[in-house]
């Protein structure tokens, strides 16, 4: 991609993301886009397939933020404890100012389709790169190997569910969600700790079994 066709993205994004924010993902047309950003509609089509394809890019640069917010916070080097918590509470602060439209973009997260689903093949890049966040705190000798790959799985979905949680919460300052998060996480890690007893290895097996069958490892 070319500088200028660089920039140019870099504007329609920028032009689009203003425009879900004042009007709302679903008021806001392509051709609106293209006309704040002093574009025919067909230069933004060329840019963008849609929308969707808009939110894809959105979510990417969120993820590039996390990214830099949490290597920043983790390269203090605490416990694995510690360490999931900074993931999971910079996961929010990089989202904070834009809750409203976390909202609104919700049933793309979690609907059936291709390009903004968490699941599909299109965001395999980005959702994986935000389980390589987990991935590195997890790979510690205070966790077994085997139980690795679950426990990533399992803390990612925590912070997506997490992330849904806090879009819709109206405590001051979301502290519900601050809340919910520290509780779960010190949940979660008792669970971890259990299961990576040697009594428990079965049991690890059957857990990367079941996931494995439903294609999430």
């Known amino acids: 991609m ?3 066709a660089e920039s140019t993205r870099r504007r329609i994004l920028s032009v689009a993301l203003t425009l879900f924010r004042e009007r709302g993902y679903a008021k806001t047309t392509m051709r609106a886009i293209a006309n704040e950003a002093g574009l025919s509609l067909g230069a933004a089509y060329h840019h963008f397939e849609g929308k969707q394809d808009i939110v894809f890019a ?3 640069q969120q993820q590039a933020a996390h990214d830099r917010a949490a290597a920043e916070a983790l390269a203090e080097g605490q416990s694995v404890r510690e360490k999931l918590g900074l993931v999971l509470h910079t996961s929010l602060d990089v989202r904070a100012v834009d809750r409203a439209l976390m909202r609104e973009l919700a049933p793309l997260v979690i609907g059936p389709e291709d390009v903004a689903n968490a699941f599909s093949d299109r965001t395999a890049g980005i959702r994986q790169r935000s389980m390589d ?3 590195e705190v997890l790979d510690d000798p205070s ?4 139980l690795r790959e679950v426990a990533t799985l399992a803390f990612w979905a925590l912070q997506l569910g997490t992330l849904l949680y806090f879009a819709h919460d109206d405590s001051p300052r979301q502290a519900r969600t601050r809340t919910l998060v520290d509780g779960s996480l010190d949940l979660g890690v008792m669970l971890m700790t259990m299961l990576g007893a040697p009594p428990f290895a079965p049991i690890r097996a059957q857990l990367r079994r079941v996931l494995s069958d439903a294609a999430l490892l």
Request: net charge negative.
């Open 2 to 4: 070319t500088r200028d």
């Open 133 to 135: 966040l987990f991935r």
């Open 58 to 60: 959105y979510y990417g």
């Open 143 to 146: 966790v077994p190997e085997d």
